[in-house]
């Protein structure tokens, strides 16, 4: 717990709680009293008593529906300092075909591993936990972590940030805050390395709860894919959404596109966000909302989403039906 309370450790957690929202008013209050602020969560770090739970929320509609908990600068300042140093041991306990939230890989590195795979193997199944940040068990979770930690201090304090937040007895970790990216990815390495390991499926990627598997053989990947499904209810307390299992070459539904063997295209939900999103955002640049630095904060992100996917036409139609209203 000594390094975590560290007030160098400290300082470099402000600093990456506050990248991209310095001009809050939750940050810049925080900062009117820096030195006492960091003294006082260091306190709190030392008596393993943290300040945590009070949280702000608001629901998103992006692509679904999902409620989001934002929590007080000086408690996304606490998750920054626990991470700063435990990064390394989740970090090494996860497979390399794990892409969610992980430096050098995400979203466009998942799709390129699923489009090589394509090509290499003729069957997928796909499956998705059902309302998974929600049905994360704490026991389980608490589990995990004593076996990859041995701090007791700061077991205690991941227990605390754990008991902040439930959406039914024991279960849930609140989507928004840092920790919970960690613990949520964390919490199905273990069937990472049982589907490598133990079953044999070569063909593994896996985006936060999104898991695809390949094969040649149907029978044998379904079969792969039920013993799966088992150990995720079994020992993680999980339920998964239908499986999906076609072949390759009719393209794989993952992340918001539809990756075949040879190309990459949008679904049409992400069809209907991006058009969405497109007008949202000329509309916020044209009545003053955003100045034009904020605007291309937020399109640049958006466009390299579409142009991921083979989106030229679709795109062209987009901004030139955009243009001609003006």
């Known amino acids: 717990m000594g390094s975590i309370a560290a007030m160098d450790n400290l300082y470099r957690a402000w600093i990456k709680a506050r990248r991209g929202k310095h ?10 009293q820096l030195d006492k602020n960091l003294r006082k969560l260091q306190f709190q770090l030392l008596e393993v008593n943290v ?13 679904k529906e999902r409620q989001i908990c934002a929590a007080p600068f000086s408690e996304r300042v606490l998750h920054h300092a626990l991470m700063n140093i435990c990064h390394d041991s989740f970090e090494k306990h996860l497979i390399g075909d794990t892409y969610a939230t992980r430096k050098n890989r995400g979203t466009y590195a998942a799709l390129d591993r699923a489009r090589s795979f394509s090509k290499k193997y003729q069957w997928f199944v796909k499956m998705d936990v059902r309302k998974y940040f929600d049905s994360i068990n704490h026991v389980v979770l608490g589990s995990q972590l004593s076996q990859m930690f041995k701090d007791k201090d ?19 970790v609140p989507i928004g805050n840092l920790t919970s990216q960690y613990f949520a990815n964390h919490y199905l390495s273990g069937a990472d390395h049982f589907a490598k390991e133990q079953l044999g499926v070569k063909g593994y990627i896996r985006y936060m709860d999104d898991v695809l598997m390949f094969g040649n053989n149907k029978g044998q990947l379904l079969g792969a894919a039920k013993k799966f499904v088992d150990y995720l209810r079994t020992y993680l307390k999980l339920e998964l959404k239908p499986l999906v299992h076609a072949k390759t070459s009719f393209g794989i539904p993952f992340l918001g596109y539809k990756v075949f063997p040879y190309q990459v295209r949008l679904n049409k939900r992400s069809k209907a966000r ?29 466009l390299a989403f579409v142009e991921y996917a083979d989106t030229l036409k679709y795109r062209k139609k987009i901004f030139w039906d955009k243009s001609h209203r003006l």
Not at 23 to 32: G, N, P, R, T
Not at 287 to 297: L, R
């Open 154 to 172: 700061l077991l205690k304090v991941f227990d605390q940030i754990l008991g902040s937040y439930s959406t039914d007895e024991g279960k849930g």
């Open 51 to 63: 300040q945590v739970g009070d949280y702000h929320y608001f629901m998103i509609f992006d692509p």
């Open 274 to 302: 991006f058009r969405k999103k497109v007008k949202e955002y000329h509309d916020n640049l044209t009545i003053g909302v955003w100045d034009e630095s904020a605007y291309q904060m937020h399109i640049l992100p958006l």
């Open 23 to 32: 001009q809050k008013l939750d940050v810049l209050a925080f900062e009117s």
